[in-house]
């Protein structure tokens, strides 16, 4: 079972194909988006290549709870 989040209410539905880090993914993109910051910014906020930080944007990587942490405080 996998996940995905509507922005109109923040319900969480359940989607074929959609994991949990790419439900995370999505959520972290909406935070970046309504608080104006970039991948090349978050990434250098927490440590990572760009690169990476766009896979973990699509679903690709695992998210990590230090991560989180840091885009928590953005």
Known sequence: ??????MTDAAVI???GRTPDFVVGTNVRYLMNDRDVDQPTLAARMGID???L???LRGKRKWTVS???TVSDM
């Open 14 to 16: 359940p989607l074929p």
């Open 50 to 52: 760009q690169s990476t």
């Open 54 to 56: 766009s896979l973990k």
């Open 67 to 69: 991560e989180l942490v």
């Open 1 to 6: 079972l996998s996940y995905d989040v509507t």
